[in-house]
Every structure is written in structure tokens, then in C-alpha cells.
């Protein structure tokens, strides 16, 4: 079940009409490209509001309040790219969504702006896309919220949506699991070379073990808290670096010791997974001089953002053999340019950034948002927003 | 000289696809007189009467009936690795020669394996890492998506100690565990990973999202995966094998993912080893196929030739024998 804040009243604003405060300006058309890449990340200052907890598990069916059968018209509209295809909303996300909205894709939106900007109260952003900006923001007047699928909203710029009076959620509780599996794939596949091509079964042919291996696990939230619970279970010895040190009960739980310093942990590391949200302050955070830290046997995981690491600093590392490998869901941009040096590497495996790709992980994503959508229009407790510091 | 007085021990040959490891000979060498089986060959009148032991990597040399009368003074053939599917145990019975492997030395690393490629398959890892690399790719499409793991059931067939390594580890994602197993394990074992005990097989198979087989291989288990049980998986299932190729219908696989009656399958074993270049199995996306490298890391092959080199001793001198393979 969700945490919600601890909100004193219910608020008992119905839906609002008009928002008076916003100015009206001729909108012309902004967006002439419906195919948008998760690449640009902009530098937003931003800090997740709400507790992350070990305590949340995944699996659950999230409670998506039920409404009354209501004609499609009377529904609330949200905007979406698009439906289906490569970089549309998926088929079964939008019968989920037209239970409780009216779905507006772009390009009805941009056909009939003058009806439906004034109708559309939030936006569904489905990997990334739609990309939001001022000008899609200012042809908005009644939008409250933009639901993002996914935990991460570095492509969001949170002070601007923010300065128009619109609320920003994201889905902490529905990546949870698949992420946290993903890195533990990662891991085995890259200790395991479980991917290398293998012309011949020679039998020295020889990966790293993991079981009591060490650990390091760089930020230590709700993603990083789950692989600690899944890594104990292989005898792993786990080191983790975060902002603030957890309670001792769940470090306890977890066999983890805090590095106060992250140089201590990638010093003693075998496998280091980052699982930090991109932030200035995490922007380029493993870099040569990290690099340089680690052990020559060591394993670099990342299934944050491929931004939190200086890319080219890695392609140096891994070809100097400064560190073993690399495993890397993610990566700047998405997909690399076909001609870039990590492509070349055979130290190294990167997935497309498939983290939360799975059947049940993507629809818990799309349910943590309806509920989150409907909080905001119907003026109750929001389960997880996103305020920017 | 020094040599004379350790014991001749037979190997294969040194270094090479097949062969003992270059920085394992420094531990073997104070404890036996290697004779790999070129030397063997080229000097049998004097050698075949010393050589008390073999020291069997990966399944070499091959032992026939033919090499076991040419050494008389043979006492112990040590095997590497946990299956001995590959030894006649009788032959080597009626001709007094013990064997021995080493089972735990590689249960961690399988147990290990066993997960890596079902978290692997699920996440479809290789096809994700092939899509990322492949010089034709623009984007990543939005609708591309595996299964879950945690949460998700495991069947369990054989619970031995790699499955109950298994077992351990996949508790800690969260997963629903099944096992089927000749004897069911006691109490305490099961409830301490939350498995429960499936006596049919079909109950496990019809109940599980994968099915990972641990098994050994004996006529018993000879495949023991065939059409039927393949039909009474679920269609969203994976099946894993890190056991022996053998112990799955080859044939009867194949025509289940073509037919998509189970959804994937990842082998770390297959039968043969490797399978020829053009078989339907290698042109599957849906297929992981590793090169057996269930217990390939640089500690573990250490452990097992320690702990070969330990029953071999132990044969030699008389005294009970570690790791003892008893028919």
C-alpha cells in the first residue's frame, strides 16, 4: 500500500475550472517531433519530497479507486503521446487509462487545440514522452499534473512546471523490484560473462565469483535498499554510500555497512552498483579519479542514469584495464551513437535501459500513476509527488 | 631426485582448451609426478606400472577399459566437477579403482549460474545487450518488455545442494518456491527458504513461471523433460537447465519454443557439448545457450583441484577417501 503523507484535512476543492493566474498567449505549434529520446537532461535541482522505505514490497496490485461508469466525455482529459506503436503508450497501459480518463493523444491535441487545451488536466508521461515544455505548459491552462511512469524525472524541469502551478508525480513503488533486479542481472551476467561470445568450450575459460564477494552499493534508497536484501543472500559482503546513514535495524537486516566516504567503498569493492537519481550533485560522480579508486577486479553496475558516470572516463578505465568491467543499463545519450568507443569494448554489457521492462513492472507503473493522477484532481493526499528543493 | 619419490599421477595434458591450468601445476608438482598421456604413450612399458592415479579435468583423459588393464597399480581416478554421468562406475568397480569428485566446491558457483541466467532469460539480457550494441539501431521501441522474477514461482527439480543454494537466493527475491526431489527435505530446511515439496512433478510444472532443473543425471532423470511435461508448463514459463543436457528431450525443447508452448529457455548444458553450428536451437532468440560454465571462476576450479588433489592423497596413503563417489 501507498505511504501517503501525513496531510491533516482533506481537501475539499472539487475540480477547478480556469486557472486565472496563467496568461493566455497565442500558442503556435511547438512540438513538430512526436519521436522524443530521454537524452536531454536538463539541469534540474530537485530532491524526492517523500520517504522511500525498505518496508515497501513489490508485487502488490495497487488500489485504483473505482468510479462511477461515467460517460467518456465527462471523464477527465489526459494527454498522452500517442497509443501503441514503438514509442506510443502501450495497448493495455490505455485500457487501463481510459477507465477513469478520456485519453487525448498529440496529435488530436494539436489538431484541435482550441477545444482540448482548455479540457486537458493532466498529462501521462510514458518513457519519457511527451517532452514537456513552456510552451506545451503555457497551452495548458487547466492542466494540474504530469504523472510521469518511472522514478527518475531528470528529464522534468521541475522548477518550470512547478512555476505554473502544475504537480509533478512519479512511480517509486512500481520499479522498485524490476530494478533492483536488473542490477542483479547485470551483476551475474558481467562476473559471469554470461554474454561473451565463446568461439570454443575451453575450459579456462573464467568468470569472477559473486557469492562473498563485496558489494558497494551507491545510493541506498527504496532500488538500492532491495538489491542489499537480494545480494545478502549470496553471502555478499555490502558497503553502501547515501546522503544519510539508514537506522541501524535496517542496515542490521541487511548485513550493510555504511561508507560514510564513498572513497573507502569503491577502495574495497568488488562490484559497485550506482542507484542514485541524477541531481548536480550526482552528475558525473564516478569519474577518472573514482575510476582510479576501485580495484582492478572490480565491476562498475549502473541502473541509474548514464549521466551520474564521465563516459569517457569509463571508456579510458575499461580499456586500460583500470577496473574489470562495466555493466550499464543506462547510458548518455540513449541509444550511444553507433560509433562510440563503449560499443567496442568486450569488457563491457549495456541493455537499453530496460530496468522496469517487464510485463507486470510497466502496468504497476501505469497504476501508480492513475492513482497519483487522481489524487491531484480529486484534491486528496498525493501518494508520491515530486517537489523540486 | 625429487620426483622419483612423489607419486605418478596421469592428466591429460597441460594448458590448451582441455588441459590443467598453468598456475594450478605449482600446487600438483610438489604433491605428484605429472605424466600427461603424450609422455604416457611414448613411454608405456615404464610408466604404465607407476602411475597410481588420474587426475581427470573436464572429462579427460577418457577411461576405457583398455587403459584401466594397462595400469595396474591405479588406485583412485579423480574427477573434476560434481556429475560423473560420464564414468562407467562399474568398469572402474570391478577393476578396484576408486573415484571421487567434488560436489561442493562447485554448488556455490552453479547455484550462482542458475540464477544469473534465469534473471537473464526473463530480462531478456543477451537480445537487450545485442539491440544495444547492433550498428543498426535508431531508438529503443517502448513496447519491448521480458517477465518478472521477483514474486514470480520457481520449481525447483532436484534439490540437492546446488538447489537448495538455489533455493537460498532466490528466497531473497521474493519468489514462490516449488521443489520436487526423490525425498523431501526436512521441516526446518524447507520452511528456512520457504519452499514447499511437490511429490508429482506435474503439480510443480504446471504451478511454476520457471522451472530450473538441478538434477543429476541417471537413467532415472534421462529425459526427464520430454513433450508432456513441456506442454504442462505454462506458456509464460521459462525452463533453466544447469544439470545435464540430457536430462531435457532436446528435440521435444526445440519444437516447444518454436511452437511457443513454454516462452524461453536458458542452458548452460546441452547435449553435445557444443552443439553442432547449424542446429535450430543456436537461431532462437528466445534461448540463451552458455558454454557449461556453471562453476567457471578462477577460485572455485582452484577449490576443486585442491580438493582433488586431497582425495587423491588420501587414496594413496590408504586412509579414508574425501569425496568419495560409492556405487
Given at each position: 500500500?501507498?505511504?501517503?503523507?501525513?496531510?491533516?484535512?482533506l481537501?475539499?476543492?472539487?475540480?477547478?475550472?480556469?486557472?486565472?493566474?496563467?496568461p493566455?498567449?497565442?500558442?503556435?505549434?511547438?512540438?513538430?517531433?512526436?519521436?522524443?529520446?530521454?537524452?536531454?537532461?536538463?539541469?534540474?535541482?530537485?530532491?524526492?519530497?517523500?520517504?522511500?522505505?525498505?518496508?515497501?514490497?513489490?508485487?502488490?496490485?495497487?488500489?485504483?479507486?473505482?468510479?462511477?461508469?461515467?460517460?467518456?466525455?465527462?471523464?477527465?482529459?489526459?494527454?498522452?503521446l500517442?497509443?501503441?506503436?514503438?514509442?506510443?503508450?502501450?495497448?493495455?497501459?490505455?485500457?487501463?487509462?481510459?477507465?477513469?480518463?478520456?485519453l487525448?493523444?498529440?496529435?488530436?491535441?494539436?489538431?484541435?487545440?482550441?477545444?482540448?487545451?482548455?479540457?486537458?488536466?493532466?498529462?501521462?508521461?510514458?518513457?519519457?514522452?511527451?517532452?514537456?515544455?513552456?510552451?506545451?505548459?503555457?497551452?495548458?491552462?487547466?492542466?494540474?499534473?504530469?504523472?510521469?511512469?518511472?522514478?527518475?524525472?531528470?528529464h522534468?524541469?521541475?522548477?518550470?512546471?512547478?512555476?505554473?502551478?502544475?504537480?509533478?508525480?512519479?512511480?517509486?513503488?512500481?520499479?522498485?523490484?524490476?530494478?533492483?533486479?536488473?542490477?542483479?542481472?547485470?551483476?551475474?551476467?558481467?562476473?559471469?560473462?554470461?554474454?561473451?561470445?565463446?568461439?570454443?568450450?575451453?575450459?579456462?575459460?573464467?568468470?569472477?565469483?559473486?557469492?562473498?564477494?563485496?558489494?558497494?552499493?551507491?545510493?541506498?534508497?527504496?532500488?538500492?535498499?532491495?538489491?542489499?536484501?537480494?545480494?545478502?543472500?549470496?553471502?555478499?559482503?555490502?558497503?553502501?554510500?547515501?546522503?544519510?546513514?539508514?537506522?541501524?535495524?535496517?542496515?542490521?537486516?541487511?548485513?550493510?555497512?555504511?561508507?560514510?566516504?564513498?572513497?573507502?567503498?569503491?577502495?574495497?569493492?568488488?562490484?559497485?552498483?550506482?542507484?542514485?537519481?541524477?541531481?548536480?550533485?550526482?552528475?558525473?560522480?564516478?569519474?577518472?579519479?573514482?575510476?582510479?579508486?576501485?580495484?582492478?577486479?572490480?565491476?562498475?553496475?549502473?541502473?541509474?542514469?548514464?549521466?551520474?558516470?564521465?563516459?569517457?572516463?569509463?571508456?579510458?578505465?575499461?580499456?586500460?584495464?583500470?577496473?574489470?568491467?562495466?555493466?550499464?543499463?543506462?547510458?548518455?545519450?540513449?541509444?550511444?551513437?553507433?560509433?562510440?568507443?563503449?560499443?567496442?569494448?568486450?569488457?563491457?554489457i549495456?541493455?537499453?535501459?530496460?530496468?522496469?521492462?517487464?510485463?507486470?513492472?510497466?502496468?504497476?507503473?501505469?497504476?501508480?500513476?492513475?492513482?497519483?493522477?487522481?489524487?491531484?484532481?480529486?484534491?486528496?493526499?498525493?501518494?508520491?509527488?515530486?517537489?523540486?528543493? | 631426485?625429487?620426483?622419483?619419490?612423489?607419486?605418478?599421477?596421469?592428466?591429460?595434458?597441460?594448458?590448451?582448451?582441455?588441459?590443467?591450468?598453468?598456475?594450478?601445476?605449482?600446487?600438483?608438482?610438489?604433491?605428484?609426478?605429472?605424466?600427461?598421456?603424450?609422455?604416457?604413450?611414448?613411454?608405456?612399458?615404464?610408466?604404465?606400472?607407476?602411475?597410481?592415479?588420474?587426475?581427470?579435468?573436464?572429462?579427460k583423459?577418457?577411461?576405457?577399459e583398455?587403459?584401466?588393464?594397462?595400469?595396474?597399480?591405479?588406485?583412485?581416478?579423480?574427477?573434476?566437477?560434481?556429475?560423473?554421468?560420464?564414468?562407467?562406475?562399474?568398469?572402474?568397480?570391478?577393476?578396484?579403482?576408486?573415484?571421487?569428485?567434488?560436489?561442493?566446491?562447485?554448488?556455490?558457483?552453479?547455484a550462482?549460474?542458475?540464477?544469473?541466467?534465469?534473471l537473464?532469460?526473463?530480462?531478456r539480457?543477451?537480445?537487450?545487450?545485442?539491440?544495444?550494441?547492433?550498428?543498426?539501431?535508431?531508438?529503443?521501441?517502448?513496447?519491448?518488455?521480458?517477465v518478472k522474477?521477483?514474486?514470480?514461482?520457481?520449481?525447483?527439480?532436484?534439490?540437492g545442494?546446488?538447489?537448495?543454494k538455489?533455493?537460498?537466493?532466490?528466497?531473497?527475491?521474493?519468489?514462490?518456491?516449488?521443489?520436487?526431489?526423490?525425498?523431501?527435505?526436512?521441516?526446518?530446511?524447507?520452511?528456512?527458504?520457504?519452499?514447499?515439496?511437490?511429490?508429482?512433478?506435474?503439480?510443480?510444472?504446471?504451478?511454476?513461471?520457471f522451472?530450473?532443473?538441478?538434477?543429476n543425471?541417471?537413467?532415472q532423470?534421462?529425459?526427464?523433460?520430454?513433450?508432456?511435461?513441456?506442454?504442462?508448463?505454462?506458456?509464460?514459463?521459462?525452463?533453466?537447465?544447469?544439470?545435464r543436457?540430457?536430462?531435457v528431450?532436446?528435440?521435444?525443447?526445440?519444437e516447444?519454443?518454436?511452437?511457443?508452448?513454454?516462452?524461453?529457455?536458458?542452458?548452460?548444458?546441452?547435449?553435445?557439448?557444443?552443439?553442432?553450428?547449424?542446429?535450430?536451437?543456436?537461431?532462437?532468440?528466445?534461448?540463451?545457450?552458455?558454454?557449461?560454465?556453471?562453476?567457471?571462476?578462477?577460485?572455485?576450479?582452484?577449490?576443486?583441484?585442491?580438493?582433488?588433489a586431497?582425495?587423491?592423497?588420501?587414496?594413496?596413503?590408504?586412509?579414508?577417501?574425501?569425496?568419495?563417489?560409492?556405487?
Amino acid at each position: 500500500m501507498f505511504r501517503g503523507r501525513a496531510f491533516g484535512l482533506l481537501k475539499s476543492l472539487h475540480l477547478m475550472g480556469s486557472q486565472p493566474n496563467l496568461p493566455h498567449k497565442l500558442i503556435h505549434p511547438a512540438l513538430t517531433s512526436h519521436v522524443h529520446h530521454c537524452q536531454k537532461r536538463r539541469n534540474v535541482d530537485y530532491r524526492q519530497s517523500y520517504n522511500t522505505g525498505p518496508t515497501s514490497a513489490g508485487g502488490r496490485t495497487l488500489n485504483v479507486p473505482q468510479n462511477k461508469v461515467m460517460a467518456e466525455q465527462e471523464l477527465p482529459a489526459v494527454l498522452i503521446l500517442d497509443i501503441g506503436g514503438t514509442q506510443g503508450v502501450l495497448e493495455n497501459l490505455v485500457v487501463l487509462l481510459k477507465k477513469h480518463f478520456r485519453l487525448v493523444t498529440m496529435k488530436e491535441f494539436l489538431k484541435n487545440k482550441k477545444e482540448m487545451s482548455k479540457k486537458i488536466q493532466s498529462v501521462f508521461v510514458f518513457e519519457c514522452r511527451p517532452t514537456i515544455d513552456r510552451e506545451l505548459l503555457e497551452s495548458l491552462p487547466n492542466l494540474k499534473v504530469i504523472a510521469n511512469s518511472g522514478v527518475g524525472v531528470d528529464h522534468l524541469d521541475l522548477k518550470m512546471i512547478s512555476s505554473f502551478g502544475v504537480k509533478v508525480t512519479n512511480t517509486p513503488q512500481a520499479v522498485a523490484d524490476s530494478t533492483a533486479d536488473m542490477g542483479m542481472a547485470l551483476m551475474l551476467a558481467s562476473a559471469r560473462r554470461l554474454v561473451e561470445d565463446t568461439e570454443h568450450f575451453a575450459v579456462d575459460w573464467l568468470g569472477v565469483e559473486v557469492t562473498r564477494a563485496t558489494l558497494g552499493i551507491i545510493g541506498m534508497g527504496s532500488i538500492g535498499y532491495k538489491v542489499a536484501q537480494r545480494a545478502k543472500a549470496f553471502e555478499m559482503k555490502i558497503l553502501y554510500h547515501n546522503r544519510n546513514r539508514r537506522k541501524m535495524e535496517e542496515e542490521q537486516a541487511v548485513g550493510a555497512h555504511y561508507c560514510e566516504k564513498m572513497d573507502d567503498l569503491l577502495q574495497q569493492s568488488d562490484f559497485v552498483l550506482l542507484v542514485v537519481s541524477l541531481s548536480p550533485e550526482t552528475r558525473k560522480l564516478i569519474g577518472k579519479r573514482e575510476l582510479g579508486l576501485m580495484k582492478p577486479t572490480a565491476t562498475l553496475i549502473n541502473i541509474s542514469r548514464g549521466a551520474v558516470i564521465d563516459q569517457d572516463a569509463l571508456v579510458e578505465a575499461l580499456q586500460k584495464k583500470i577496473i574489470r568491467a562495466a555493466a550499464l543499463d543506462v547510458t548518455y545519450p540513449e541509444p550511444l551513437p553507433r560509433d562510440h568507443p563503449l560499443l567496442k569494448l568486450n569488457n563491457i554489457i549495456i541493455t537499453p535501459h530496460i530496468g522496469t521492462a517487464t510485463v507486470q513492472a510497466i502496468r504497476m507503473m501505469a497504476e501508480e500513476a492513475i492513482t497519483n493522477m487522481l489524487a491531484v484532481l480529486n484534491g486528496q493526499p498525493i501518494p508520491s509527488e515530486v517537489v523540486p528543493k | 631426485m625429487e620426483d622419483q619419490e612423489l607419486p605418478y599421477v596421469l592428466i591429460d595434458c597441460i594448458e590448451g582448451k582441455h588441459g590443467v591450468y598453468k598456475d594450478h601445476l605449482g600446487f600438483l608438482k610438489k604433491r605428484f609426478c605429472l605424466i600427461t598421456m603424450k609422455e604416457y604413450l611414448e613411454n608405456k612399458e615404464i610408466l604404465s606400472k607407476k602411475i597410481r592415479a588420474i587426475y581427470m579435468w573436464y572429462h579427460k583423459p577418457v577411461i576405457d577399459e583398455e587403459l584401466l588393464r594397462s595400469l595396474p597399480n591405479l588406485k583412485i581416478v579423480s574427477s573434476s566437477g560434481v556429475g560423473i554421468d560420464h564414468l562407467d562406475l562399474k568398469l572402474l568397480s570391478r577393476f578396484g579403482v576408486k573415484v571421487s569428485n567434488t560436489p561442493f566446491a562447485v554448488s556455490t558457483d552453479t547455484a550462482d549460474f542458475g540464477m544469473a541466467l534465469m534473471l537473464a532469460s526473463a530480462r531478456r539480457l543477451v537480445e537487450g545487450y545485442q539491440m544495444a550494441v547492433s550498428p543498426d539501431t535508431e531508438y529503443f521501441p517502448g513496447n519491448w518488455l521480458g517477465v518478472k522474477v521477483s514474486g514470480a514461482t520457481l520449481g525447483i527439480v532436484g534439490m540437492g545442494t546446488i538447489g537448495y543454494k538455489v533455493a537460498q537466493r532466490a528466497k531473497a527475491f521474493e519468489m514462490k518456491i516449488l521443489y520436487h526431489n526423490r525425498n523431501q527435505r526436512n521441516k526446518e530446511e524447507e520452511s528456512a527458504v520457504g519452499a514447499v515439496y511437490c511429490k508429482k512433478i506435474d503439480d510443480l510444472l504446471q504451478q511454476s513461471d520457471f522451472v530450473m532443473l538441478a538434477v543429476n543425471l541417471t537413467p532415472q532423470t534421462h529425459k526427464l523433460i520430454g513433450k508432456r511435461e513441456l506442454e504442462l508448463m505454462k506458456p509464460t514459463a521459462t525452463l533453466v537447465n544447469i544439470s545435464r543436457g540430457l536430462v531435457v528431450d532436446q528435440d521435444a525443447l526445440m519444437e516447444a519454443l518454436q511452437n511457443k508452448v513454454i516462452r524461453a529457455a536458458a542452458l548452460d548444458v546441452t547435449y553435445p557439448e557444443p552443439l553442432p553450428r547449424d542446429h535450430p536451437l543456436l537461431k532462437m532468440k528466445n534461448v540463451i545457450i552458455t558454454p557449461h560454465i556453471g562453476s567457471a571462476t578462477e577460485d572455485t576450479r582452484r577449490i576443486m583441484m585442491q580438493d582433488m588433489a586431497e582425495s587423491i592423497e588420501a587414496a594413496l596413503a590408504g586412509l579414508p577417501v574425501p569425496n568419495e563417489v560409492v556405487l
